[in-house]
């Protein structure tokens, strides 16, 4: 694995402070109307994609995911004013405005979704990964899911297959304690989601997913597996997720309490205080760190204000092949 040093740290924090900031900004939108549909934030997660891109090979590697997909895709490389476009609708988007929140998309990047159907990229991701071994690319494609997810039958098939076939794939499981309201507890007689691997004798195992450099090292073994020909890995990433499952979420079934609770572990600190205790920056650097953050976000939600929606044409040529639109009740 690549050495994790001050400058890891320094660039964790403030990538994962963008992330933070990125999203707050866009429920600030979402409320005034300008971001429209779902909404569904990371808050809380992001030391899970921070370790995960760390452990990645950028170059080749793959990742999908469900439809909590903001931030992923700009931390594999996309511009963030093209991710904030997209959830304005606008033209200059990654999707061209057609695919929104949920679907956010970065083919140049190696970011596959940005997926609404739930589980439903799971079986995408083996995929992916089945296609790297076919063509004999060295690549690994890691597939992320909701704990809600791994009660769906695609994951068992999908487990299945990847196994047989001994795919290049590591799955990994974002356990924010809830599927959508209800707690894990409540959807299944165990709530050790990482057993589920036990019965396709794929390694598995659970991680702290609110500290980077864990996720970073248990991330490396199992890419590393992977791309030697290991086969695939499943990792119960625990987290936690600070705002609702989505903005229509009033959380009903959860306290203030455990959210305050939770927030002490906030990620984001907990990076921050290992900068301070191996006294690796000051107070000033820090704040010259959230200043250019700051300085980003008004950038992209400038660029995202300012450009243009698509045309009508856009959406019919992503449909129809033939030019006149023959299917359309009234041309246009």
Not at 141 to 150: F, P, R, S, V
Not at 159 to 177: H, I, K, Q, R
Not at 192 to 198: D, R
Not at 314 to 327: A, I, K
Request: proline share 4%.
């Amino acid at each position: 694995m690549k050495r994790i040093t001050k400058q890891t740290y320094l660039q964790w924090y403030e990538d994962m402070l963008f992330w933070r900031k990125f999203e707050d900004k866009l429920a600030q939108v979402y409320i005034n109307q300008k971001v429209r549909g779902f909404l569904h934030l990371y808050n809380g997660q992001e030391a899970v994609l921070a370790g995960a891109l760390h452990a990645m090979d950028l170059t080749k590697d793959r990742m999908i995911t469900a439809y909590r997909n903001h931030v992923q895709p700009i931390g594999m490389g996309e511009d963030p004013k093209r991710v904030m476009a997209e959830l304005y609708g606008k033209g200059t988007g990654t999707s061209q405005g057609l695919g929104g929140s949920m679907h956010i998309f970065s083919k140049e990047h190696r970011f596959y979704g940005g997926h609404g159907i739930v589980g439903g990229q799971i079986p995408l991701g083996a995929g992916l990964a089945f296609a790297d071994k076919y063509h004999e690319r060295d690549s690994v494609t890691l597939t992320y899911m909701g704990d809600g997810a791994t009660r769906q039958g695609s994951l068992h098939e999908t487990f299945n297959l990847a196994t047989l076939w001994n795919l290049p794939v590591v799955f990994c499981v974002e356990n924010n304690g809830y599927a959508m309201g209800t707690s894990v507890e409540r959807t299944a007689s165990h709530s050790e989601i990482w057993k589920l691997g036990l019965g396709y004798e794929m390694p598995c195992k659970p991680v702290d997913g609110m500290k980077p450099e864990v996720v970073a090292k248990e991330m490396d073994e199992a890419i590393q597996r992977a791309r030697s020909g290991g086969g695939p890995s499943f990792l119960e990433i625990r987290t936690y997720r600070y705002r609702g499952h989505s903005m229509s979420d009033a959380q009903h079934y959860r306290s203030k309490e455990e959210v305050a609770r939770k927030q002490e572990e906030d990620p984001i600190d907990y990076v921050l205080n290992h900068i301070y205790e191996k006294k690796w920056a000051t107070t000033d650097e820090i704040g010259a760190i959230e200043k250019k953050v700051k300085e980003r976000v008004k950038e992209c939600e400038k660029f995202a204000e300012d450009s243009p929606y698509p045309e009508k044409n856009v959406m019919y040529d992503t449909v129809y092949e033939q030019e006149d639109y023959p299917f359309l009740p009234h041309k246009l």
